[in-house]
């Protein structure tokens, strides 16, 4: 099976309740799109109600990020050692927040999920595992979670994957979102996030977001026909020798068996390698 866009998911599911508001006869509208699976080659997959793919998890490897984009979601690795909250918007099949979990089992690792119906097939059929101690799933609105002030400067890692069935962008996107985004972050602190590079919501999405974040953000190339892993970074400036960089990829890359080594590549290819030292 190809991996299509996630996109190309939800603009289906789009299509479908347009042709709905058009029906003479009232149906029933429910709030979320309905979770599928399916699975194929040795690989699970999650659907929102198509043949299309959501998410992933291969059977013999489930601790495994088996999509490109979610690895990338994970490359404030490169930059950060130590997280002691790593924070999750958007569960979906929970492989970021279950990776998370295993690899720092002394880090707090929360996931922020609305759809009821998602955290239960990350639990039954993606192996996330049950809270515990260091592990918790809130059922919430992404946007209730940044701005409750409870939550301000108590995040290391804020890692943004918000999208519903109409795929016109994040599901948040305003710059009070961002904003409040980065408001949750210690200083340092990172956020990663998922946009749409071949979206119309993508110019407008990175240049709200680098607004909130004083143009401290940096991108990943094009993955998957459109998703765009881009890291926005939050406290004193940094200046690091990509030599340095290079040398942490290694690190990663032994640790986890994320292909970090690659990140490093990616990430100097897409922003313009400007010389020997990472300025942002």
């Known amino acids: 099976m190809t991996l299509i866009k996630r996109k190309s998911i939800e603009a289906e599911a789009f299509v479908a309740d347009e042709r709905t508001a058009r029906s003479p006869r009232p149906a029933y509208k429910p709030r979320f799109a309905p979770v599928t699976f399916s699975e194929i080659g040795g690989v699970r997959y999650l659907h929102f109600g198509t043949e299309w793919v959501q998410g992933a998890m291969r059977l013999s490897k489930p601790d495994r990020i088996e999509l490109e984009y979610a690895q990338q979601m994970m490359a404030w690795l490169l930059f950060m050692r130590a997280p002691k909250h790593v924070v999750q918007l958007g569960l979906g099949t929970g492989s970021i927040t279950k990776f998370s979990a295993k690899q720092f089992p002394r880090t707090q690792v929360t996931a922020v999920e609305l759809n009821p119906a998602v955290v239960v097939a990350a639990r039954t059929m993606f192996d996330l595992p049950s809270d515990s101690r260091h592990l918790k799933v809130l059922e919430a609105d992404a946007w209730d979670f940044v701005t409750d002030t409870a939550n301000h400067g108590a995040v290391d890692v804020l890692q943004v994957d918000l999208y519903d069935a109409t795929a016109r962008g994040p599901v948040h996107d305003t710059p009070a979102f961002y904003k409040a985004c980065r408001a949750t972050l210690r200083e340092p602190g990172m956020l990663t996030m998922n946009l749409f590079g071949d979206h119309d919501s993508y110019p407008k999405n990175i240049r709200r977001l680098r607004q909130a974040f004083d143009n401290r953000v940096i991108e ?47 990430l100097r290819a897409a922003n313009g390698d400007g010389g020997p030292v990472l300025t942002i």
């Open 220 to 266: 990943f190339p094009e993955v998957h026909d459109g998703n765009v892993i881009v890291l926005a970074f939050n406290g004193p400036l940094l200046s690091v020798e990509w030599k340095d960089v290079e040398a942490r990829a290694k690190v990663v890359e032994a640790a986890t068996g994320l292909p970090a080594k690659r990140w490093v590549k990616q």
